[in-house]
């Protein structure tokens, strides 16, 4: 049972650069996240989804877009990479039943240079 | 909007000692969350506390929720060197949908 699976682990971009941040998970989770990492600033959300096919803001979503492939997967994409978003980006499914659990993935450590 | 404190942001203590860490939150929710994360690892769920008075207990760690003040606590009894971590809450809301809102951690240090 894999859980929520996030690739790459670690990236380095140059600045304008694009890339796209993968997430997969096997729990048949409706809804999935997600969030960005910062020294001293706790987890903030960039962007949620809901279901498949619905996607919406969260805290801090300039300068990224996100696709909900299916049901398993939710993508975070960068167009054109600036130092501000160098950050650990964490990906998250959660499961509305009795649990209300959110199970996190192991993260992205990203920096843009 | 939604804001979550917690505090002390930062914690050295001895091992053997018991301390409490707080969380506070600006607007009512129905579910407050506690997660430990170790350097350069993901985050671990500790406690889900979905009612008012909730309380739960796992090892050293005793964690409670106060709807009304919009209040929760950790507790650790007897501090070991292992619990050392940063701990967050998060409270739904906020963020959108279900999202959650974090506070922005409490550095944990226990010293032997």
């Known amino acids: 049972n894999a859980g929520v699976t996030q690739t790459p682990k670690f990236q380095v971009l140059k600045t304008g650069q694009s890339m796209t941040l993968q997430c997969a998970q096997d729990?048949?989770?409706?809804?999935m996240y997600w969030y960005r990492q910062d020294p001293g600033m706790g987890l903030r959300l960039i962007y949620y989804?809901?279901?498949?096919?619905?996607?919406d803001k969260g805290e801090v979503p300039n300068g990224y877009n996100v696709s909900r492939l299916n049901k398993r997967e939710f993508s975070l994409r960068l167009e054109s990479a600036a130092p501000s978003q160098t950050s650990v980006y964490f990906c998250?499914?959660?499961?509305?039943?009795?649990?209300?659990?959110?199970?996190f993935g192991s993260g992205t450590r990203l920096t843009v240079v | 909007e939604l804001k979550v404190e917690q505090n002390p942001l930062f914690l050295s203590m001895q091992e053997g000692k018991n301390y409490t860490i707080y969380c506070n939150y600006s607007t009512t929710s129905d579910r407050l969350y506690w997660y430990r994360q170790d350097p350069g690892k993901s985050l671990e769920s500790l406690f889900v506390?979905?009612?008012?008075?909730a309380v739960k207990q796992e090892g050293r760690l005793m964690a409670s929720l106060d709807t009304k003040a919009r209040l929760s606590t950790l507790h650790i009894t007897a501090a070991v060197h292992d619990l050392s971590a940063t701990y967050f809450c998060a409270v739904v809301g906020g963020g959108g949908a279900d999202g959650l809102t974090f506070g922005k951690g409490t550095h944990l240090i226990i010293q032997p």
């Open positions: 998250a499914s959660s499961d509305l039943g009795p649990n209300y659990g959110y199970t």
């Open positions: 989804s809901a279901s498949e096919g619905t996607t």
């Open positions: 506390l979905l009612s008012n008075g």
């Open positions: 729990m048949n989770h409706n809804s």
